[in-house]
């Protein structure tokens, strides 16, 4: 007689975006405690699962942090698709790049704190490489519909180098200054 197995266990429930839930959980934990208070049973508290659950779907500390890493490099991707949606190439590149900078070392501070986290995480984390990796290359791709490759990967350095800078000395950055920034790099 066939059971189905999710029903013969008692008090196991199907889960299908467990794994999900505790990689935005890992997110969380270092947004609030940093990478060094990141653990399995910190994140299962955060996740509110079992802690074998985290054990489970993450190896390791480096894999719950690749798992992070990579949900914020899809965030920060979709933040960059929706300034530039519906933006034509002949339209105003320099001011929505530059409104993104605003945006993220004024108002979203906190999220541009934790992704840098993560991001120099990589550093030391060769785990994290590849995402690290794939993380610049996305926003250059993006870019590249714009501009040409060159004027792309331009755009993309003067970029990193201004969040890093908002990051490291704890500025915030007006977007008529980072503006003024990206259209010198177009201008040639």
Do not use: C
């Amino acid at each position: 007689m066939a059971t189905d197995s999710h029903a013969s266990r008692p008090g196991r429930r199907y889960d299908p975006e467990r794994r999900e839930r505790i990689a935005r959980a890992a997110i969380e934990v270092v947004a609030r405690d940093g990478i060094e208070g990141l653990t399995h049973r910190t994140v299962a508290q955060q996740a509110d699962v079992p802690l074998g659950s985290t054990t489970y779907h993450f190896a390791d500390k480096d894999d719950l942090l690749k798992a992070a890493a990579e949900l914020a490099e899809d965030q920060n991707r979709e933040t960059l698709d929706a300034l530039l949606v519906g933006l034509l190439p002949e339209e105003d590149l320099p001011a929505a790049l530059g409104a993104m900078v605003e945006e993220l070392t004024v108002r979203q501070r906190a999220q541009l704190l934790l992704d840098y986290e993560l991001f120099l995480a990589a550093r030391s984390r060769p785990a994290l490489r590849e995402t690290a990796t794939r993380w610049v290359r996305r926003a250059a791709d993006q870019l590249s519909a714009y501009t040409d490759a060159t004027t792309a990967a331009s755009l993309t350095w003067a970029l990193e180098g201004a969040l890093v800078q908002a990051v490291v000395l704890g500025r915030e950055i007006r977007a008529d200054d980072a503006t003024a920034v990206f259209r010198r790099i177009l201008s040639g």
